[in-house]
Each structure stands twice: as structure tokens, then as C-alpha cells.
């Protein structure tokens, strides 16, 4: 497991290992107009603390991150600090 420190404090890890989907619970899926494994969000009630929030890609790669972390970036994208990505 890689460990990279994308910006000052935080720490993420990279897993190769994606959870099993089945016992996720399921929240959100972004795109769903097509059947090409859109990007998903689930909540998973038996993972540690901070590996609860999982975001998974039409890759098949997740990310795995706390509730508070998972906060923090909704407050950001609701702020408009995330605007400019969509324009990349």
C-alpha cells in the first residue's frame, strides 16, 4: 500500500483492493443514464472509521475516506472551490 500526501495535513492511502460492492450500502450514482459502471457513492457500516465513505470510479478503483472527510469536500464543492475542475 502507497501512501501519498496530496495536500498539507491530509494523508490518503492507495489500495488496489476495491470492498465488495454487494454489502455496501448504496447512496448515490453519478451518471446513471447509461449502463458503463457510472461512479458510485456507498457507505460501508463494517469498514473502520475512516475508510467508511466509498467512491468508486467506472474503472473499477475506489476511494475510501471518513465521514468527516467526506464532509469537508462536500463543503468545498458546495463552496464552488471545485468549479474549476468540471471546466478542465
Same mark, same amino acid.
Not at 448504496?26 to 453519478?30: L, N, R, S, Y
Not at 467506472?58 to 475516506?65: A, E, R, S, T
Not at 464532509?71 to 478542465?88: C, F, H, P, S
Given at each position: +500500500?502507497?501512501? =501519498?500526501?496530496? =495536500?498539507?495535513? $491530509? &494523508? +490518503? !492511502?492507495?489500495?488496489? @483492493? %476495491?470492498?465488495? &460492492?454487494?454489502? &455496501?450500502e ?5 451518471c #446513471?443514464? *447509461?449502463d *458503463?459502471?457510472c461512479? @458510485?457513492?456507498? %457507505? ?6 475512516d /475508510? /467508511?465513505? =466509498?467512491? !468508486?470510479?467506472?474503472? #473499477?478503483? *475506489? =476511494?475510501?475516506?471518513?465521514? !468527516? @472527510?467526506f ?7 458546495? $463552496?464552488? /472551490? &471545485?468549479?474549476? %475542475?468540471?471546466?478542465?
Open positions: +500500500m502507497e501512501k =501519498v500526501a496530496p =495536500v498539507e495535513g $491530509a &494523508l +490518503m !492511502t492507495l489500495d488496489a @483492493q %476495491v470492498p465488495d &460492492l454487494t454489502s &455496501l448504496p447512496v448515490a450514482t453519478f #446513471g443514464n *447509461c *458503463c459502471g461512479p @458510485q457513492l456507498f %457507505v460501508d457500516p463494517s469498514a473502520s472509521e /475508510r /467508511r465513505i =466509498v467512491l !468508486t470510479d467506472d474503472f #473499477g478503483q *475506489c =476511494v475510501q475516506m471518513s465521514a !468527516t @472527510q464532509a469537508d469536500l462536500v463543503t468545498e464543492a458546495k $463552496a464552488g /472551490r &471545485l468549479d474549476a %475542475v468540471t471546466l478542465a
